[in-house]
């Protein structure tokens, strides 16, 4: 059973940082791509950021590049979303998601969800 638990949301002021965790449990986490998606009010799931399994290759949106920055930490098989300067229109709830197959880039398509954590970017 794999398992991903997302923390680190909450609400910040546009311009300051915060930074999200994604700790997965129930598969090598090494060896799967990860990726961060995002769902406003009223709005599909979005693709923000992704990285391969080797963690050698990263993966922007355009709304957020040179913002924010993809990580991961396969000693604490936790995966990291630093977001920087963020905006307004960033406020979403953040979603973690690991690729079901191994060795892809985090932008299969098909994943492991977790459940979501709330971002707030006040102006």
């Known amino acids: 059973q794999v398992q991903l638990v997302e923390s680190g949301g909450g609400l910040v002021q546009a311009g300051g940082s915060l930074r999200l965790s994604c700790t997965v449990s129930?598969?090598?986490?090494?060896?799967?791509?990860m990726g961060w998606f995002r769902q406003a009010p009223g709005k599909e799931r979005e693709f923000v950021a992704s990285?391969?399994?080797?963690?050698?290759?990263?993966y922007y949106a355009d709304s957020v590049k040179g913002r924010f920055t993809i990580s991961r930490d396969n000693a604490k098989n936790t995966m990291y979303l630093q977001m920087n300067s963020p905006k307004p229109e960033d406020t979403g709830v953040y979603y973690c998601?690991?690729?079901?197959?191994?060795?892809?880039?985090?932008?299969?398509?098909?994943?492991?969800w977790g459940q979501g954590t709330q971002v707030t970017v006040s102006s």
């Open positions: 998601a690991v690729d079901r197959m191994p060795y892809e880039l985090g932008r299969s398509g098909n994943y492991w």
């Open positions: 129930g598969r090598t986490f090494s060896i799967y791509g």
């Open positions: 990285i391969r399994w080797s963690g050698d290759n990263t």
